[in-house]
């Protein structure tokens, strides 16, 4: 398949903000998550990612200009991926700075729309265990470490697992309405 002639607008928005405030697109509101459920939700948010790649529409955009299922699926298998790096960074060093991701520019570069949907499936399957397993471990004494983003931002296990599930159950709603 050959590029989209549209893509969509590139993120600009620090979506932060759902660490404070409720999600007023899918509902999500990290105060009221219970921290030993991000292994839990993380898998279950790649579950739900695998029943929508089993679509047979699963590769087609619903709008030029919006993702297909399978490109949101890559999109949060590399954030999964980068989540978990950046957590277990937290947990290893002394207040890591993170490596700057542009995720418009990976959704480019990997081309995802031309992605497998069966593959993408295994591949977000696999990252999504490795995070929630990380999650999983976390130390209670460990939940405050720091760790701080290119942008300048700071999280600490805890919320940066907040922002994370945020990002997947958001895209789990994109996939689903």
Excluded at 152 to 160: A, E, I, K, N, R
Aim: hydrophobic residues 40%; charged residues 25%; contains cysteine.
């Amino acid at each position: 398949m050959s590029e989209p002639t549209i893509q969509p607008d590139p993120e600009d928005r620090d979506w932060t903000f759902v660490l404070e405030e409720v999600c007023a697109e899918c509902g999500y509101d990290a105060v009221a998550v219970d921290r030993a459920d991000i292994p839990l939700r993380v898998r279950a948010g790649s579950a739900a990612f695998r029943l929508a790649l089993g679509s047979p529409q699963a590769a087609d955009r619903p709008a030029p200009a919006v993702w297909s299922k399978v490109e949101y699926a890559c999109h949060v298998r590399d954030m999964c991926q980068i989540m978990n790096a950046r957590a277990t960074s937290m947990l290893t060093e002394d207040d890591p700075l993170f490596q700057n991701w542009d995720q418009d520019a990976s959704a480019i570069e990997d081309r995802y729309w031309e992605q497998d949907p069966a593959t993408v499936a295994d591949e977000l399957d696999a990252a999504a265990d490795a995070l929630a397993s990380t999650y999983a471990a976390v130390a209670p004494d460990a939940w405050n470490r720091p760790g701080r983003r290119s942008n300048g931002s700071q999280f600490t296990v805890d919320s940066l697992g907040r922002y994370m599930l945020h990002d997947l159950e958001h895209h789990v709603w994109d996939v689903s309405h």
